[in-house]
């Protein structure tokens, strides 16, 4: 059987947004995507998936986190990328409303580079991404 050609694969960046995944941080991860499009070139389709749950597990460590990006060795098959939500209403009464969403679009932020790193072919590396995912948010604070 023929392998799929990469140059044949979807483009872009998608959201999909899990019920019961609150309003406001739904509309700033897709503001952040309208942008991010803007800016970032998505050769191969990653698709975004907002999680109502507190924490989701990581697929190969099985720990809990609050973001994870998954991609296979093999470029024909499409990356995807899972961002946990459900502490937005702690966050908010923590830090406020724009503290909270912003901790959510750093999560997305972070597993953006991760994505990034994979296209490249490069090791996924959390120092470079926590790094690039700060420049990414302010690069996206100073377009509003």
Do not use: G, N
């Given at each position: 059987m023929k392998r799929a050609s990469v140059q044949h694969l979807r483009s872009g960046l998608r959201v999909r947004c899990e019920k019961g995944v609150e309003?406001?941080?739904r509309q700033s991860c897709l503001n952040f995507a309208v942008w991010l499009r803007s800016t970032i070139d998505f050769p191969i389709r990653v698709v975004v998936y907002l999680k109502k749950d507190?924490?989701?597990k990581n697929k190969y460590s099985k720990e809990l986190v609050s973001a994870t990006f998954f991609a296979s060795y093999d470029k024909a098959i499409e990356p995807y990328i899972r961002i946990a939500t459900g502490d937005y209403e702690e966050l908010?009464?923590?830090s406020g409303e724009i503290d909270?969403?912003?901790a959510i679009l750093g999560?997305?932020?972070h597993e953006i580079v991760h994505y990034q790193q994979w296209i490249e072919?490069?090791?996924l590396?959390?120092?470079e991404a926590e790094d690039k995912s700060e420049e990414?948010?302010?690069a996206f604070a100073d377009s509003l």
């Open positions: 309003p406001a941080v507190y924490q989701i908010l009464l923590e909270a969403l912003w999560s997305m932020a072919d490069k090791e590396d959390e120092a990414l948010l302010d």
